[in-house]
Every structure is written in structure tokens, then in C-alpha cells.
């Protein structure tokens, strides 16, 4: 059972196979594909605006801590100079935690400016790459049209595509019923011409009435032969006499002489 199955599913996938390569189009394969780089690419450029977003705002918060920085020093010496040694003290623990959160957030923008320098570099990379893919692109796809065409035009000239095959096929089809229709017609003549049919396109005759005639016409034809024959042979003898022989014509001549 498993191994019917499993054939099942091979010739299910190799029949599916084949009519995914009948409809695939490479140009739209290969478009399709561009586009999901240049997807890909925006993806990149919008993360390097989120790293120098993020960045900027660090920055930010690093000037603000250092101004409060500034503050709270001369709050300490303020607080010193009129002897309050207590709220010095207090300004200067402020000014140190304020410290250790500047420390910490440059090292954040140190990672951010590093993380940052790494995706540009990716995005040149990539858009190289997304532009050498779209000129092959471009020549792929007039490769493919040109050989399409090439195809065409084969097909066309030797009649093997589907639309000259249904033209041959119709050609042919025509040749038939004409042969059958010409075959057809010297049948007819043919069984006209030996009395099996009548031919009603001539009005009161039928067909011994068209035999008598032919009989009529074959009889008159021998008479007007035999009438030919009979004149020329008298016409010959009457020549014949008149005309006086070779021997007979000298005679007289020599006579003369």
C-alpha cells in the first residue's frame, strides 16, 4: 500500500511539474524575481533608516546628559562655595549615575554606527548585484524571444504548430470532398452515358429515344462514307480514260518530227 502511494504521488507531482512548465513564462519568472529583490533591497534601506533613527536618538539623549552633566557640576560648586558640603555631594552622585548612563549609551551608538556601516555596505553590495541581475535579465529575455520567434516561424513554415496543423487539416479536409465530389460526378456522367440514369436536364427524351438517335446519327455517318467512297472511285476511273498513257503521248510528237 505504501509503495502505491508513493508512486501516486510521483506521477502526481511530475504531471503537476509539467503543466507548471507549460504555463511558466521565463520572462515573467525572471521579472517576477527582480522585484522581489528590489523587495529585498528596500527591506535593507529601511533598516539602515530604523539603525541612523535609533542612532540619531541616542545622540540626542547623550546631549541632554551632558548638559545635565554641566548642571549638575555647577550645582556642586555652587553648593560648595556656600557651604552646603551635603547637597554637593548630592550634585556629584547625580553627576556620576548621569555619567555611567552617557558611558553606556556611547557605547550603544558605537554599535549602532557599526551595524550601521555593515548594512551599507550590504546595500551596495546588494544593488550591484540586483543591477547586473537586471541586465541579464533584460538579455535573457530577448534571448528567449528571439528563439520563441525563431520557433514560430519554424513551425509556421513547416506546418508542425497547432495553428498551421488545423490550416493543413483543413486544406486536406478540402482535397477530400473535392476528389469525392469530381469522383462523384464522372460516376454520374458515366452511368448517364450507359442508360443505368436518366438525364431529366433534357426534356422529352429518353433513353431509347437518345440510342435511336445515336443509331440514326452512326447510320448516316456510314452512308455519307460509302456516298465519298463510291464518288471518288468513279472520279478516279474518268481521269483515268481521259488521260491519254505515257507511250501514247510521244508517239504523236515523234511522228511530228
Known amino acids: 500500500m505504501a509503495g502505491l502511494m508513493s508512486r501516486a504521488s510521483m506521477v502526481i507531482k511530475a504531471k503537476f511539474s509539467k503543466l507548471l512548465d507549460r504555463a511558466e513564462d521565463p520572462g515573467e519568472t525572471l521579472d517576477y524575481s527582480y522585484e522581489k529583490q528590489l523587495e529585498l533591497l528596500q527591506n535593507v534601506k529601511r533598516g539602515i533608516a530604523d539603525v541612523v533613527t535609533a542612532k540619531k536618538r541616542l545622540q540626542l539623549q547623550e546631549t541632554q546628559l551632558q548638559d545635565s552633566m554641566v548642571k549638575l557640576d555647577g550645582q556642586a560648586r555652587q553648593a560648595v562655595g556656600a557651604g552646603r558640603e551635603d547637597l554637593a555631594r548630592q550634585a556629584l552622585e547625580r553627576k556620576s549615575g548621569v555619567q555611567q548612563q552617557l558611558q553606556g ?18 546595500e551596495k553590495q546588494l544593488s550591484a548585484k540586483i543591477e547586473a541581475f537586471r541586465s541579464q535579465k533584460e538579455v535573457i529575455k530577448a534571448q528567449y524571444s528571439a528563439a520563441e520567434a525563431q520557433v514560430r516561424i519554424g513551425e509556421a513554415a513547416t506546418g508542425i504548430g497547432e495553428q498551421m496543423a488545423d490550416t493543413g487539416l483543413a486544406i486536406q479536409r478540402a482535397q477530400d ?24 436536364t433534357t426534356p422529352g427524351q429518353t433513353q431509347l429515344d437518345r440510342e435511336l438517335a445515336q443509331v440514326a446519327s452512326q447510320s448516316q455517318v456510314e452512308q455519307e462514307l460509302a456516298q465519298m467512297k463510291s464518288e471518288l472511285g468513279s472520279g478516279s476511273g474518268g481521269d483515268a480514260a481521259a488521260l491519254p498513257s505515257g507511250d501514247a503521248a510521244e508517239a504523236p510528237k515523234e511522228a511530228g518530227q
Open 177 to 200: 470532398k473535392t476528389e469525392q465530389m469530381q469522383a462523384r460526378a464522372g460516376a454520374m456522367d458515366e452511368l448517364i452515358a450507359s442508360g443505368t440514369l436518366e438525364d431529366f
Open 105 to 122: 549609551l556611547d557605547g550603544q551608538v558605537a554599535q549602532l554606527e557599526d551595524q550601521q556601516e555593515k548594512l551599507v555596505a550590504s
